[in-house]
C-alpha cells in the first residue's frame, strides 16, 4: 500500500490542489491529512465552516471518484464545534474517513488517529490536554477560551481547569487498541519528545513524553505526526526512529506559504520520502 502523508495545510486551497495532482501522479492507494485543516489566517474561526461546506466537500468528491481513500480529522487550530460537519461531509462519500480517536481497517493495516494535543501557550484550548499528571504549563499569552455553537466559552482558571480533564497520557490509554500493532500506523497530531520532531523556531522542544513512552512501549509500524512546522527546518530531523517504530513529521511552511511539504510512504517495502514543492503560480 502507498501513502501520501499530510499535515497542517490549515485552508491553503494551491496546497490541497497540489496534493490531489501528487496524489495521482505518484499513484498512492491513500492519502492522510494529519490536522489542521481549515484556515486560521485573517478570519474568524467561526467561519471556518465554509472552507468545509465550500471547498472540501467537492474536494473529497474528487478522491472518491478516483477511489483513493482520505483519512483525516481536524487539529488544535480546527474549531471543535464543526467535527460534526466534517463527519457529516465525509459520511458522504465511500472513501473519505474520519479518523480521530478511531481505528480503521484497510487491507492488512490498522490506522489510528488521534487530535488531542499537549496545552501551549496561546487561547484556544479545545483539544488540548496536560501532558502527564505532573506536567508544567508554559507562560501563557492570552485568556483560555473553548468555542461553543454561540461563541467563546472563557475558561478563568485555565490551569485548575485543564486538570478536571483527562491527560493526553490518558487518552492515549483510552484509544482503540489494533489487532497487530507491527502492522499499525499511529495518525498523532502532536509529536513525541526526544526526537527532534517537535523544535520550536527559537529552539524550544515541545513533544509529548507520554506518547514517547507510549510509542516506545507499543512498537507500531509507523507514527505520522504534525503541529510544529518549523521543526524539521529547524531540528534538521523529519523522521526518526524508536525501536522498530518509523516516526515522520514532513513540517509545513506556512499557512500559505510558497512550499508545500509531504512524505510518501510505501507501507510493504517500508521506503518513504520527504517531498517538497514550491507553489509555481506565485
Known amino acids: 500500500m502507498k501513502v501520501l502523508y499530510v499535515a497542517d495545510l490549515h485552508g491553503s486551497e494551491w496546497k490541497y490542489e497540489r496534493i490531489f495532482k501528487e496524489a495521482l501522479s505518484e499513484q498512492v ?47 488544535n487550530d480546527d474549531l471543535m464545534i464543526f467535527d460534526p460537519l466534517l463527519e457529516e461531509v465525509c459520511g458522504k462519500y465511500d472513501f473519505i474517513i474520519p479518523i480521530a480517536q478511531r481505528k480503521v481497517e484497510l487491507g492488512e493495516f490498522e490506522f489510528i488517529g488521534m487530535n488531542w494535543v499537549v496545552d501551549y501557550p ?17 507562560k501563557q499569552f492570552g485568556k483560555a477560551v473553548l468555542s461553543t455553537p454561540t461563541g467563546w466559552k472563557k475558561i478563568d482558571d485555565w490551569f485548575s481547569y485543564a486538570a478536571t480533564i483527562p491527560t493526553f497520557e490518558d ?74 517504530t518509523i516516526c515522520i513529521q514532513p513540517g509545513q511552511s506556512g499557512h500559505h506559504g510558497n512550499y508545500l511539504s509531504y512524505v510518501i510512504i510505501d507501507l510493504e517495502t517500508m521506503k518513504f520520502e520527504r517531498m517538497v514543492k514550491i507553489n509555481a503560480s506565485k
Open 171 to 244: 487518552e492515549l490509554e483510552n484509544l482503540v487498541r489494533p489487532n497487530k500493532m507491527e502492522n499499525t500506523i499511529y495518525v498523532i497530531h502532536m509529536p513525541p519528545a526526544n526526537l527532534d520532531l517537535d523544535v520550536c523556531q527559537d529552539g524550544r522542544k515541545v513533544g509529548s513524553n507520554a506518547l514517547y513512552n507510549f510509542l516506545k512501549e507499543n512498537q507500531p509500524k509507523f507514527s505520522l505526526h504534525g503541529h510544529i512546522h518549523e521543526s524539521p527546518e529547524v531540528s534538521g530531523k523529519w523522521y526518526n526512529s524508536l525501536g522498530k
Open 29 to 75: 492507494d491513500l492519502v492522510i491529512n494529519g490536522g489542521d485543516m481549515l484556515p486560521i489566517g485573517g478570519i474568524n474561526l467561526f467561519d471556518q465552516d465554509k472552507f468545509i461546506k465550500n471547498f472540501l466537500i467537492d474536494y473529497f468528491a474528487a478522491f472518491n471518484k478516483k477511489k483513493i481513500y482520505y483519512l483525516c480529522y481536524l487539529g
Open 122 to 138: 496561546f487561547g484556544l484550548k479545545d483539544r488540548c490536554r496536560k501532558d502527564t499528571p505532573d506536567y508544567v504549563f508554559q
